[in-house]
């Protein structure tokens, strides 16, 4: 089940890095605390590559850890903040607490989860039953009846259901289908012929094949390339992530009759009560994947259904199971991630409590480290930006009057959300500190039971999409929401005693960002009530892509790793919202006291120490093949370009740095790109 967000600062992966043994809250900062920037490189210009100017030195002098596919901020300020979470479970798991409290819940899942001796000497048995269930299946109907019931339990193969609203009706949850059934990250990766694609399918295939040997299967290598045969016709079948962003085309409301009727094979009737879902009418996302697999059903035969089934489920329970199968998965992951070292238990345990049951652990979090005055701050700023964007708006010159209008009130609607929920949600599971593996099923159940007793209600407006303690934030537009959780109030991006500038320069770019991911090539889209509308004059739209399309031309020209372009048309939503979001916060910066003063602090100007803010919250170094998936899959744009992309387009940038014509990033008046 899942929902759509379109997140800021990405944080997908969250592991730790140090130890520190201390138990004491995070000591009190100074007020007026000066930041330094230091490790400047002089000898590259601003204006040829403002990235490396404030960051080289840094980069060149930080190892990433062997146990890690990055290190920095973005993404990996998770690894120190895993750290935090690691400590408080490490205490709470060495008491005993009331059953049924959150100290018991996370403390008993992380206990149970270490038990390595437990977790090893039991092997495979606990993944055994689902493939004796595999081996009674006689036909597809009930090969379907399977496929039900492992989603239920979280292990999602063919299919993929999820509750989340009606995007032509954001008051009521309807159930939506999208399409799924690969192993590898990317439909791409089945076709792409280079060398560096080649040796993940490879890698991939021999995962498999490492599974089933380790599952006591004989001709591992030939059932595997079985199971990729398949996963590659159902590729065929998969839009492109450039074509998914396509929010109308993924929109296909269906009444389940025609899905009985046309798709036979599937049976939608008996999957949706094997679901236990009540549903007349069913948005399939990408009716294409789900027609190919219907075919599929018939052409395929059910033996080899039954090795994908295999494979799927012991790939999705791999990491719960003894040493030789999270050995097995880690030789495969490190060749997408180049990462050379397995993370040690704790670290592991500490991210999969988190991901489980993170607004759990998110209580014990805010409690211990999280101050109210930041979230105070924070909510002055989200109002302040507000208003700075509703200024901007009204000075668009290409945007007609009527449409602001609109605009304006879709900023006005946006739900504001800081630091944590209201209301904390809860888990209805049985955690035993001796059962992992039935732990994590659990848990896994009581999401599934979460998200299906939305179905046809109205959307809880106070639900939050991310934990508390996660570096991130996000736009949801469904909701025509954005949401800066806890972990995101910290340095780099927010420091409660920092100047201004540092502060606009980081969390005011993040909250810029977000406001402008309600006006993208995707959350334009989408009115002030979360509703897919055309709130636009025809005219003021077409002005609208035209724009986008130069921001899609523009990154599309941008590499890493020498060769490696950039895909202008799936990250054109988040570069929007990078080049809105830096207009928005120098305009909130420029209203302050040190905005409108020439006082300069470490021999830097105000307008400097704003820009030079911006370049260290996205200061990151990541491993080689990371990088190189992260291009192929992620809507975002690399961290140097994150910095050097929008500030070529931003005229105050050069002002500031004194950026001539000739310099590798210069813009002509003419090219640098405006939208909001």
């Given at each position: 089940?899942?929902?759509?967000?379109?997140?800021?600062?990405?944080?997908?992966?969250?592991?730790?890095?140090?130890?520190?043994?201390?138990?004491?809250?995070?000591?009190?900062?100074?007020?007026?605390?000066?930041?330094?920037?230091?490790?400047?490189?002089?000898?590259?210009?601003?204006?040829?590559?403002?990235?490396?100017?404030?960051?080289?030195?840094?980069?060149?002098?930080?190892?990433?850890?062997?146990?890690?596919?990055?290190?920095?901020?973005?993404?990996?300020?998770?690894?120190?903040?895993?750290?935090?979470?690691?400590?408080?479970?490490?205490?709470?798991?060495?008491?005993?607490?009331?059953?049924?409290?959150?100290?018991?819940?996370?403390?008993?899942?992380?206990?149970?989860?270490?038990?390595?001796?437990?977790?090893?000497?039991?092997?495979?048995?606990?993944?055994?039953?689902?493939?004796?269930?595999?081996?009674?299946?006689?036909?597809?109907?009930?090969?379907?009846?399977?496929?039900?019931?492992?989603?239920?339990?979280?292990?999602?193969?063919?299919?993929?259901?999820?509750?989340?609203?009606?995007?032509?009706?954001?008051?009521?949850?309807?159930?939506?289908?999208?399409?799924?059934?690969?192993?590898?990250?990317?439909?791409?990766?089945?076709?792409?012929?280079?060398?560096?694609?080649?040796?993940?399918?490879?890698?991939?295939?021999?995962?498999?094949?490492?599974?089933?040997?380790?599952?006591?299967?004989?001709?591992?290598?030939?059932?595997?390339?079985?199971?990729?045969?398949?996963?590659?016709?159902?590729?065929?079948?998969?839009?492109?992530?450039?074509?998914?962003?396509?929010?109308?085309?993924?929109?296909?409301?269906?009444?389940?009759?025609?899905?009985?009727?046309?798709?036979?094979?599937?049976?939608?009737?008996?999957?949706?009560?094997?679901?236990?879902?009540?549903?007349?009418?069913?948005?399939?996302?990408?009716?294409?994947?789900?027609?190919?697999?219907?075919?599929?059903?018939?052409?395929?035969?059910?033996?080899?259904?039954?090795?994908?089934?295999?494979?799927?489920?012991?790939?999705?329970?791999?990491?719960?199971?003894?040493?030789?199968?999270?050995?097995?998965?880690?030789?495969?992951?490190?060749?997408?991630?180049?990462?050379?070292?397995?993370?040690?238990?704790?670290?592991?345990?500490?991210?999969?409590?988190?991901?489980?049951?993170?607004?759990?652990?998110?209580?014990?979090?805010?409690?211990?480290?999280?101050?109210?005055?930041?979230?105070?701050?924070?909510?002055?700023?989200?109002?302040?930006?507000?208003?700075?964007?509703?200024?901007?708006?009204?000075?668009?010159e290409w945007m007609s009057d009527s449409t602001k209008v609109k605009a304006v009130d879709k900023l006005y609607?946006?739900?504001?959300?800081?630091?944590?929920?209201?209301?904390?949600?809860?888990?209805?599971?049985?955690?035993?500190?001796n059962s992992f593996f039935e732990n994590v099923v659990a848990l896994r159940q009581d999401e599934f039971n979460?998200?299906?007793?939305?179905?046809?209600?109205?959307?809880?407006?106070?639900?939050?999409?991310?934990?508390?303690?996660?570096?991130?934030?996000?736009?949801?537009?469904?909701?025509?929401?954005?949401?800066?959780?806890?972990?995101?109030?910290?340095?780099?991006?927010?420091?409660?005693?920092?100047?201004?500038?540092?502060?606009?320069?980081?969390?005011?770019?993040?909250?810029?960002?977000?406001?402008?991911?309600?006006?993208?090539?995707?959350?334009?889209?989408?009115?002030?009530?979360?509703?897919?509308?055309?709130?636009?004059?025809?005219?003021?739209?077409?002005?609208?892509?035209?724009?986008?399309?130069?921001?899609?031309?523009?990154?599309?020209?941008?590499?890493?790793?020498?060769?490696?372009?950039?895909?202008?048309?799936?990250?054109?939503?988040?570069?929007?919202?990078?080049?809105?979001?830096?207009?928005?916060?120098?305009?909130?910066?420029?209203?302050?006291?040190?905005?409108?003063?020439?006082?300069?602090?470490?021999?830097?100007?105000?307008?400097?120490?704003?820009?030079?803010?911006?370049?260290?919250?996205?200061?990151?170094?990541?491993?080689?093949?990371?990088?190189?998936?992260?291009?192929?899959?992620?809507?975002?744009?690399?961290?140097?370009?994150?910095?050097?992309?929008?500030?070529?387009?931003?005229?105050?940038?050069?002002?500031?740095?004194?950026?001539?014509?000739?310099?590798?990033?210069?813009?002509?008046?003419?090219?640098?790109?405006?939208?909001?």
């Amino acid at each position: 089940m899942k929902n759509l967000v379109y997140l800021g600062i990405l944080a997908l992966l969250a592991t730790s890095c140090k130890s520190d043994t201390s138990t004491d809250p995070m000591p009190v900062p100074v007020k007026d605390r000066t930041v330094v920037f230091d490790g400047i490189t002089d000898s590259i210009a601003p204006g040829d590559n403002f990235y490396d100017h404030v960051n080289k030195t840094w980069y060149e002098n930080t190892p990433i850890a062997d146990d890690q596919v990055g290190v920095g901020a973005y993404r990996f300020l998770n690894i120190p903040q895993q750290e935090l979470l690691r400590e408080i479970l490490e205490n709470v798991s060495k008491k005993e607490s009331v059953k049924g409290s959150v100290e018991q819940q996370v403390g008993d899942f992380y206990a149970s989860g270490m038990d390595t001796v437990k977790i090893n000497e039991r092997g495979m048995k606990p993944v055994q039953p689902i493939l004796k269930r595999i081996d009674t299946i006689t036909d597809v109907p009930s090969m379907m009846g399977f496929v039900a019931q492992q989603v239920k339990s979280g292990d999602y193969s063919i299919v993929n259901p999820y509750v989340s609203p009606d995007q032509e009706n954001s008051k009521m949850n309807i159930l939506h289908v999208s399409q799924t059934g690969l192993g590898l990250p990317d439909r791409d990766y089945y076709f792409a012929e280079d060398a560096s694609v080649a040796a993940i399918q490879k890698a991939y295939k021999e995962y498999v094949a490492r599974l089933f040997e380790l599952a006591g299967m004989d001709n591992a290598f030939a059932k595997a390339e079985t199971v990729y045969n398949i996963e590659k016709q159902l590729a065929s079948s998969h839009k492109t992530r450039v074509e998914r962003r396509n929010v109308k085309e993924n929109y296909n409301l269906t009444s389940v009759d025609q899905l009985q009727n046309t798709q036979k094979n599937i049976g939608w009737n008996s999957l949706l009560k094997n679901l236990g879902a009540e549903a007349e009418m069913i948005d399939v996302e990408q009716p294409g994947y789900y027609k190919k697999l219907n075919s599929m059903l018939a052409s395929v035969p059910l033996n080899d259904w039954k090795l994908y089934l295999k494979a799927n489920s012991l790939n999705a329970h791999a990491d719960l199971l003894s040493q030789p199968f999270q050995d097995a998965t880690f030789a495969y992951s490190k060749v997408l991630s180049g990462q050379s070292e397995q993370q040690s238990r704790s670290k592991l345990m500490t991210r999969r409590v988190d991901q489980q049951l993170g607004f759990a652990l998110g209580q014990l979090y805010v409690k211990r480290y999280f101050k109210e005055e930041a979230k105070e701050r924070a909510l002055d700023l989200v109002n302040n930006f507000q208003k700075t964007l509703e200024k901007r708006i009204n000075n668009l010159e290409w945007m007609s009057d009527s449409t602001k209008v609109k605009a304006v009130d879709k900023l006005y609607a946006i739900n504001k959300k800081i630091g944590y929920p209201d209301v904390w949600r809860t888990y209805d599971a049985n955690i035993d500190r001796n059962s992992f593996f039935e732990n994590v099923v659990a848990l896994r159940q009581d999401e599934f039971n979460y998200e299906l007793a939305k179905l046809g209600k109205e959307p809880n407006r106070d639900e939050w999409y991310t934990t508390p303690s996660t570096v991130t934030a996000y736009y949801n537009p469904s909701a025509n929401e954005i949401v800066f959780p806890a972990g995101i109030l910290q340095a780099p991006y927010f420091d409660l005693y920092a100047d201004d500038a540092v502060n606009y320069g980081g969390i005011g770019m993040v909250i810029g960002h977000e406001f402008t991911h309600a006006f993208d090539d995707q959350g334009a889209q989408f009115d002030k009530d979360g509703n897919v509308s055309n709130w636009w004059t025809a005219e003021d739209y077409t002005k609208f892509q035209a724009k986008t399309q130069q921001i899609i031309d523009q990154y599309s020209q941008f590499t890493v790793l020498d060769d490696v372009h950039l895909n202008g048309a799936l990250t054109v939503g988040e570069n929007t919202a990078d080049n809105g979001g830096i207009s928005i916060a120098y305009d909130a910066f420029q209203l302050t006291d040190q905005g409108k003063g020439n006082e300069k602090i470490g021999g830097y100007t105000p307008d400097q120490r704003f820009f030079l803010s911006i370049a260290r919250i996205w200061r990151v170094k990541m491993r080689d093949e990371f990088l190189r998936n992260y291009v192929t899959t992620d809507p975002h744009s690399p961290p140097t370009w994150r910095v050097n992309g929008p500030l070529m387009n931003f005229t105050p940038f050069y002002e500031a740095f004194d950026v001539k014509e000739g310099q590798a990033n210069y813009k002509t008046e003419e090219e640098r790109i405006k939208i909001w």
